[in-house]
């Protein structure tokens, strides 16, 4: 298959997946996964953004997120970084929709230009408001003070599921200028109790301020404050390999109402392994007590992909203690406190960033979910790839 084929494979109607999902639905049971087990398959792939001035005369794409829109679509975002692959430099957020699936895309628009500064925007980070239907997306301007002096957070929203955005708001004057670089990955709202409702969205600082922070809302996007932060050993210093450094994250919630933020573990302080922190108050607060080391997801320090979907914990990163090569995937039916020892290859060869979103509302989204990520043969800059997977469909 060459890489740029959209491949698929469509179950047959009388598949037992559906008729499982079928009976789920019609006796309207709080269905979790319709099977004991997972045994993923890639239904279709395909390139999202290829780097290397081939299309265009965009450099380089990296930092890729994914969402759902309220109206049941996807939306894909990344950095268009213009003149190099560099996490510097002037970039443009590149973004593009489909409305079936994830089978064809919308041409690529822009979102927000930086010109040409030398330390431009960094992504970022999506989150859908679902009593709203508000779409925010999240990044930084000069996170590296590269001639440049304050870092600011900015926010931009949509209300029309991600067609047209507002004009950025500076986010700044509300939460002050403290360097912040949300996700990358998406933000979450809140669905059970404390705090239902809240918008949550977890990034890193860096300098001074490393560590993992939240920013919270609970009026639906028209406020934000800065809520827990899980800082770097030791506080205010430069860090060095084997110093506490938790950065990139994703959070994700449990039924039971406690937020489990997955990050990248900077410095491999403990191991080469994810840092996991759990807050039990919609993040107001992230105790050093309640950190822990996740062994078995072994990560060569890097922003994985993490989702809470019908019961299940689904995870990916390049699984690999040193090189980001191997991009799997991992379930977990104990809400990610272990994980099962079988696990997905989604792709051998480098890859980098990943973030996982699904749909919800048809019979059949419960059994797919859809994960996009750095991929190539020799360097993780080379595409942005987004696949769709059947978790059941090698049952
Ligand atoms: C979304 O953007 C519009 C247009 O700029 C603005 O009027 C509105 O207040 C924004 N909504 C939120 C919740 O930020
Ligand atoms: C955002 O607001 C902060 C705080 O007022 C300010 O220092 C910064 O220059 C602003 N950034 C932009 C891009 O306007
Ligand atoms: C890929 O990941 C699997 C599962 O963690 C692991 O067993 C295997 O050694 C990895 N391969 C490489 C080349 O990193
Ligand atoms: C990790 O990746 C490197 C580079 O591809 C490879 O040489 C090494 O064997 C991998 N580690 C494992 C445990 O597979």
Redesign the pocket.
């Known amino acids: 298959m060459k890489e740029t084929d959209t491949a698929w494979r469509a179950l047959p109607a009388h598949s037992p997946v559906y008729l499982a999902l079928a009976l789920c639905a019609l006796l309207g049971c709080a269905c979790a996964a319709p099977y004991n087990q997972v045994s993923p398959v890639i239904t279709m792939e395909q390139l999202l953004w290829v780097s290397g001035r081939v299309i265009g005369a965009v450099d380089t794409y990296r930092i890729p997120l994914i969402t759902y829109t309220p109206r049941g679509h996807l939306l894909a975002f990344t950095e268009a970084r213009k003149y190099s692959s560099s996490d510097l430099g002037a970039k443009f957020i590149a973004t593009r929709r489909s409305q079936d699936g994830g089978y064809t895309w919308s041409a690529t628009s822009f979102i927000a230009d930086d010109g040409t500064v030398a330390d431009g925007l960094s992504l970022g980070a999506v989150v859908v408001d679902d009593e709203t239907k508000n779409i925010f997306l999240i990044y930084s301007l000069c996170a590296h003070y590269l001639k440049c002096s304050t870092a600011s957070i900015m926010i931009t929203n949509s209300s029309n599921d991600g067609v047209t955005w507002s004009p950025p708001r500076n986010l700044s004057r509300e939460v002050g200028t403290t360097m912040f670089e949300a996700g990358p990955g998406y933000g979450i709202q809140k669905k059970f109790s404390p705090s239902k409702g809240r918008l949550i969205v977890c990034g890193h600082g860096t300098l001074n301020e490393d560590g993992v922070f939240c920013l919270l809302s609970d009026d639906h996007g028209m406020h934000w404050r800065k809520g827990g932060k899980l800082q770097g050993l030791p506080f205010k210093q430069a860090k060095k390999m084997g110093d506490f450094t938790p950065d990139e994250c994703q959070p994700y919630e449990l039924p039971d109402g406690s937020v489990i933020i997955n990050a990248r573990n900077q410095y491999f302080y403990h191991c080469h392994c994810r840092i996991v922190v759990t807050s039990f108050d919609g993040c107001d607060s992230l105790p050093l007590e309640n950190v822990r080391f996740d062994e078995g997801l072994t990560d060569p320090a890097v922003a994985a992909g993490a989702l809470y979907k019908g019961g299940r914990v689904y995870f990916t990163n390049p699984s690999?203690?040193?090189?980001r090569?191997?991009l799997t995937l991992r379930w977990s039916f104990d809400s990610g406190n272990s994980w099962q020892s079988d696990s997905f290859q989604i792709w051998p060869a480098a890859s980098g960033y990943s973030c996982i979103t699904s749909l919800s509302g048809r019979v059949e989204d419960q059994e797919n979910i859809y994960v996009i990520y750095e991929k190539g043969r020799k360097d993780i800059t080379e595409s942005i790839a987004i696949v769709k997977i059947n978790l059941y469909g090698n049952l």
């Open positions: 690999n203690a040193t090189h090569v191997n």
